[in-house]
Each structure stands twice: as structure tokens, then as C-alpha cells.
């Protein structure tokens, strides 16, 4: 990939990249280079993207496995791969502020990294805009590659072993607390993930946690949640972030083995937002990393 531009977006990750048409097939050296661009940036921008959904799935399917949805899959066992990020539903109407669904997508407002409550992680997302709002809907990005080498050598040596459980059931009933179903809850019961991770691109650790995390293996919940916002707490501090401002084109790649991300809010009474995301399915539980 040559010939494309790489603009680098801020000291700890991400890169805009132009001179790729994600919507035509890529070649194998393509496909090597732009795998070797998320190991090293984490997050990458492609602006001005004429996509759709057959396009956007094509596009995935190139860098992996689609990784189904867990929210049809739980609930009625379909297998569907694309999430709708805002409040645009397919008839082109609106949802507002109060309506079920959009209050359970404000769970996408806490620091997550996508599918960490699976057995098998996501590898990275993939998220094509369409339409943003006036005001607000930006999508802030931190490291956790960088995160970790701030760490001093004592707490990486304590934190290397450690294994955290990943609960969805947790982490959405601190926004909406009965809107996890029976049978989505039981499809997704809460998995072990290692708490520092090794990219085998290019060796590079980082400490693996977010909102979907809710303890340590063999530790007490109160010294584990100490330990696990400790972490957070540091990653995420404004002078780390990323913000991502959206627009109508973008389509974004970012790789959740490293980096958190969330929402910032908007007003869904005020502004309409349509942003469709698929995942790549990651190549095998973290433990076995």
C-alpha cells in the first residue's frame, strides 16, 4: 500500500489513511499491509468511503470472519452482522431519548472494548457513517498499548498473570438494568480474559479491561475493582484520548485487543445518527493467546 497517504492522529494511536477504495476488493499485499497498519496505529480513518452493506460486509469478510451479533443471537438465535450505532431504524424514522432502545445503547458511553464478554473476542470493528448529528456523537479512543508502558516495571510484573471476568450482564445493568433479557443473559454468562495481552504482529503488550470487566480471578471484588479502575483511571485520562469526530464517509477500523473506546451522547430528539458496524471475530479465547 504504497500509495497511500498515512496521517498520523495522536502520539498514542490511530492514523487517517486516503488512497484505498474499501468498497472494491483488496489484493494480498494489500490486505498484509493494512493488517500490519492496525498493529501499529490500532485505529485507522478511511475518509470519504462510498459504502454500503454489501460492501461493507465484503470489506470485513476480506480481514477475517464476521463475528455475529449477540443481541439477535441471544434473544432469538438469528444470525445477523451488522449493529446499527444511532437512532435512524430502517423505515428512516427516529427513535428519541427515551425509547428502550436508545437508553441501551448509552451502555456504548462507558470505556468498552467490543465483545470482551465473549469466549472469543472481537478482533476489530469496522464502522461506516452515514449520517452524524449536528453536535455531539464523537467517539473518544485511548490506548492500552501505551496505557501499559506507562506502567512502572513492578505493577507490570504484578498485572502480567492476572486473569479478569468479563460480564455483559454487569456492565449493561449500570444503564439500563431490566433491559437485558432472560434469554440474551443466558447466552452470554461471564468468561475469563487475560488482563495483559501480547499483539503477535509485533509483540507489542497491553493491558486488556473496560467496562465489561468486573473482577479477578481469585480476588476479593473489592481489591479487584480497586486494581481494575486504578487501571482504567490511568488509560483513560483526557490528555490520552482520541476523539473521533464523525463524518457522512468515514468508514473506521479500530482493533479491540488494545484500545477502549466510548460514546460521547447526543441529543436523539434533536439529531438523527446512522452508523452501521460489523466485527471480526477473534482467532481463539485470550487464555490461549
Known amino acids: 500500500m504504497a500509495r497511500l497517504n498515512i ?9 487517517r489513511i486516503t488512497g484505498l477504495d474499501a468498497g472494491k476488493p ?11 497498519a492496525i498493529d501499529d496505529y490500532s485505529f485507522l480513518c478511511f475518509p470519504n468511503q462510498d459504502m454500503n452493506d454489501e460492501r461493507h460486509l465484503a470489506f470485513t469478510a476480506q480481514l477475517g470472519d464476521p463475528e455475529e451479533g449477540h443481541v ?9 452482522y451488522f449493529g446499527t450505532i444511532g437512532n435512524v431504524q430502517p423505515d428512516g424514522g427516529t427513535l428519541g431519548n427515551d425509547h428502550r432502545k436508545t437508553k441501551f445503547l448509552t451502555g456504548n458511553n462507558l470505556w468498552h472494548s467490543d465483545s470482551s464478554f465473549r469466549p472469543v473476542p472481537a478482533r476489530v470493528s469496522i464502522m461506516c457513517a452515514y449520517e452524524v448529528p449536528g453536535e455531539g456523537g464523537e467517539t473518544e479512543f485511548v490506548s492500552l498499548r501505551a496505557a501499559h508502558g ?26 439500563a438494568p431490566d433491559a437485558v433479557s432472560p434469554s440474551l443473559a443466558a447466552s452470554l454468562p461471564p468468561v475469563p480474559q487475560k488482563l495483559v495481552r501480547s499483539n503477535p504482529g509485533n509483540g507489542a503488550r497491553n493491558y486488556y479491561l473496560g467496562s465489561h470487566a468486573k473482577t479477578i480471578r481469585g480476588w ?5 475493582r480497586a486494581l481494575l479502575d486504578d487501571l482504567q483511571d490511568r488509560a483513560t485520562r483526557p490528555e490520552h484520548r482520541y476523539s473521533h469526530a464523525w463524518q457522512p464517509g468515514d468508514l473506521v477500523i ?6 477502549l473506546h466510548r460514546g460521547s451522547g447526543y441529543d436523539a430528539d434533536k439529531y438523527r445518527r446512522h452508523m452501521r458496524q460489523t466485527r471480526v471475530r477473534g482467532v481463539a479465547p485470550t487464555l490461549e493467546e
Open 7 to 15: 496521517e498520523p492522529l495522536h502520539d498514542d494511536l490511530g492514523a
Open 26 to 36: 483488496l489484493s494480498g499485499d494489500d490486505l498484509a499491509a493494512l493488517q500490519t
Open 72 to 80: 439477535a443471537l441471544g434473544e432469538s438465535g438469528k444470525v445477523v
Open 150 to 175: 506507562r506502567l512502572d516495571e513492578e505493577t507490570q510484573e504484578r498485572i502480567d498473570p492476572l486473569v479478569a471476568i468479563h460480564d455483559y450482564v454487569f456492565s449493561r445493568s449500570k444503564v
Open 220 to 224: 476479593n471484588d473489592k481489591d479487584a
Open 254 to 259: 479500530w482493533d479491540n485487543r488494545c484500545l
